[in-house]
């Protein structure tokens, strides 16, 4: 069984200061077996910065998540190697320590898990194998300098584990609270939002239906409750193969094996991970902090603007047989609309010099 530690970030500072920074979020959980280091942090940093770990020593980690985007990268779909283009948006990392699962189908439980995929994706760094970084490594006296000191190991010891769990700690400091919106509802400072964005608040609470799938609680607020629904986007890339894949799948078969492009197999989201049919379609409900910095939005970054997802909620969604239930017509006014997205705004934190 794994045993969790809970770490407040920012310990080395004053308290008002980690108040300040953390306003918002809850209490960090950090794993047991990787401790947050000041050095760790930094090492994690310069790998998830470093374009050596890919085919063509084009692409690294930050390729698709921009400190200047809240960690996302402004693409409908994420680009890797040759301009290859993936199936789906690349999510913030942003905060991916709060996160329960990690990728948009929730594949992986942890950040030191999530950061092993792209690395042998091929289309994202295109490696044959892990073995790569690690020869890498140990060639850069520099990096083995590092791993001695962080890890307290020699060259031929460094492991690829030892890779990820440095990412995972850079990642673990990406912390964004302290935003208007943090510091109008915890901080009680009720001159920081707008009246519009007051009233955005009430929306988004009530009418709007948001507050379901992007939680607020009485302390804290992630503005995700780390589920997964099918609100229709990009459904009907599935629609004409849908019956034949369901009959296949009932009859026993391998849903691998169905003959699927990459674009509707990506469609089926969650059920790719469980293989349960009612999973079809779902995607995790995203944060909505610093949503302003993440666009195009939805999973197949097919939405430009928080406006137009705002009015594909209002419609209630594009139906099909797999649509939560929690999905349905919002009849919104164009002025509750504005102020929604006036809410939104306000969920910005202080980015990164």
């Known amino acids: 069984m794994r045993y969790f530690l809970t770490l407040l970030v920012g310990l080395m500072v004053s308290g008002a200061a980690v108040a300040d920074q953390n306003l918002g979020l809850p209490p960090l959980t950090v794993p047991i077996d990787n401790p ?16 050596r770990f890919s085919a063509d020593g084009s692409v690294s980690c930050a390729s698709c998540h921009h400190s200047d985007k809240a ?42 898990a999530q950061a092993l995929g ?11 194998n892990h073995q790569a970084i690690v ?22 010891q460094i492991t690829i584990n030892h890779v990820t769990k440095a990412i995972a700690s850079y990642e673990r400091s990406l912390i964004a609270g302290n935003s208007p919106f943090d510091r109008y509802l915890f901080g009680r400072d009720h001159s920081v939002l707008s009246k519009s964005a007051e009233r955005g608040l009430g929306i988004f609470k009530r009418k709007g239906n948001c507050l379901v799938c992007h939680e607020i609680s009485w302390n804290n607020a992630l503005f995700t409750d780390n589920r997964f629904y099918n609100v229709g986007v990009g459904f009907k890339r599935v629609t004409p193969i849908l019956d ?42 995203p944060t909505l902090r610093n949503i302003i910095l993440t666009a195009p ?17 209002d419609k ?4 099909n047989r797999f ?17 929604l997205v006036a809410f939104m705004k306000s969920l910005t934190s202080q980015q990164e010099p």
């Not at 947050?36 to 374009?51: C, E, P, S, V």
């Not at 283009?85 to 320590?97: C, D, E, I, K, S």
């Not at 939005?297 to 909620?313: A, N, Q, R």
């Not at 209630?316 to 139906?319: L, N, P, R, S, V």
């Open 36 to 51: 947050q280091t000041d050095a760790k942090i930094a090492l994690g940093k310069h790998l998830f910065n470093d374009k």
């Open 71 to 112: 960690f996302s990268d402004g693409r409908p779909l994420a680009q890797g190697l040759n301009g290859q283009t993936g199936t789906r948006n690349a999510p913030t990392v942003m905060n991916a320590a709060f996160f329960e699962t990690l990728f948009l189908d929730g594949r992986a439980n942890s950040l030191e």
């Open 118 to 128: 792209p690395f042998t994706n091929p289309i994202e760094h295109g490696l044959n």
């Open 135 to 156: 020869d890498t490594i140990q060639k850069d006296s520099h990096y083995v300098q590092q791993f001695q000191k962080v890890f307290a190991i020699q060259r031929h």
């Open 244 to 285: 034949a894949f369901i009959a296949a799948v009932d009859q026993g078969k391998n849903s691998d094996d169905f003959p699927l492009t990459d674009a509707q197999r990506s469609e089926l989201g969650r059920f790719n991970v469980t293989k349960v049919l009612t999973d079809i379609g779902k995607f995790k409900t």
């Open 297 to 313: 939005y939805m999973h197949d970054g097919s939405m430009k603007t928080l406006e137009e997802v705002i009015e594909h909620y």
């Open 316 to 319: 209630g969604g594009d139906k």
């Open 323 to 339: 649509s939560d239930t929690e999905i349905f017509p919002l009849h919104l006014t164009q002025q509750e609309k504005a102020d």
